[in-house]
C-alpha cells in the first residue's frame, strides 16, 4: 500500500517533528493588485532570515483567489518562494538545516490533485490540505479525498475553523486521516480546544502517532499550545503528545520574535529542572500574543480583517507597499489600525521593528 504514496523526505520529517516555526506566507501586491515579485521575494527573505524553518505558502494567508482563473497566481508564488528557500541555501553554511516548503492544496479533488503535483514539480515536501471546498460531503468521503491527494504529494492536515471557511470534523474523520502512509504532520487550527483535543487523541490512537508532527494553527492560543503535553492512554500504553511547531498567520509578522518564542518553548518543555516561574511567564506572555493577534485578526469582527491587519502590521514596516487584499473590499475593520498600533505599543518586546529595520535594504535588492 506504501508504495502508491510518495514517502516524505527523512530530513524534513525529522525538522517538523522536531519543531519549527513556520509562517503562512502572505501575497505581496502592488496599488493595482498585481503581484508586486520584489516585495514577495522580500518576504520569503525575511522568514529565513528570522529563522523560520519552513515556509507556507498558497495557504489562506497568501489568499485562496490567487487561484482564480482572472488571477492566476498559484504557480508564480509558489515558484518565488521556493526560489527564495534555493537562494538562501546558496549563501547559508552547510550546517544549516534544510527549509521545508509547504504548499497549500485546495479545490474538489480533480484540483486538488492538480495542485499537489504542481507543489511537489516545484519542489514542496508536502500539500497542505484544506477541505473547504467539500462541505457538504460524507467524512468517507474527505478521506477518499485526502488518499487520491496523498498519492501526488506527502500530506500536512489541515482543521481550519468554520468561521474563516473551514468544516467541523470528527474524532474518527482523523482517526482514519492519520492512518494514511504519508501523512507527515497535521495544523491544528479550530480555535476550540473541544476539537483540539479531538485531533490529539485520534492521533495517539493511530499507528503512526510517532510519525506525525502537530502543529499548532490555533493563533489565539499559541504559546499554550507549545507549551502543553498531553498523555493520552492507548491500550495501557501511555502516549506522550506534543505540539511540535506552529503554522501560523500570526507568525507571517513579527517573525523574529515568534522564532525566539518557539525556542523558550521548546527549552522549557524539555528542561528536566524546575521551571515554575519559567513557565508563569511564558504562561503570562501568551495571553500578550493572544491579545496582538485579536488586532491583526481582527477577532472583534469574526476575524474579517486578519489578512488585511497581517497586511497593515508588514506595511508599517516596509515589506509591503500597501495593506492591499485581491478583493478591493477585503480591508481593515473600523478601529482595526487603532488596535493593531495599540498592541504594538503595549508589547514592544514582541515586534521586531528593529531586526527589519537592519536588514529590510538586503531583502529588498
Known sequence: MNAMYPQPDETIGALLRRGIAIPAHPLALTASRVLDERRQMALSRYYLAAGAGGLAVGVHTTQFAIRDEKVGLLRPVLELAAAGVREHADTASSAAPAIALIAGVCGKTRQAVCEAACARELGYHAGLLSLGALKDAA????????????REIPLFGFYLQPSVGGRLLSYDFWRRFAEIPNVIAIKVAPFNRYQTLDVVRAVAASSRWADIALYTGNDDTIVADLLAEYRIEIDGQVRRMRFAGGLLGHWACWTHVARQLLDRCHQLRDSATDCGHDMYQLLQLGHQVTDMNAAIFDAANRFRGCIP??????????????????????????GQADEITRVCQSYPDLVDDQFIRENLGLWLT
Not at 140 to 150: F, G, R, T
Not at 321 to 329: I, R
Request: aromatic share 2%.
Open 139 to 150: 467524512e468517507a468521503e474527505l478521506v477518499e479525498h485526502a488518499q487520491e491527494v496523498a
Open 309 to 334: 491587519g497581517i497586511h497593515e502590521v508588514l506595511r508599517r514596516q516596509g515589506l509591503l507597499a500597501g495593506n492591499w487584499c485581491l478583493d478591493p473590499k477585503e480591508q481593515l475593520s473600523p
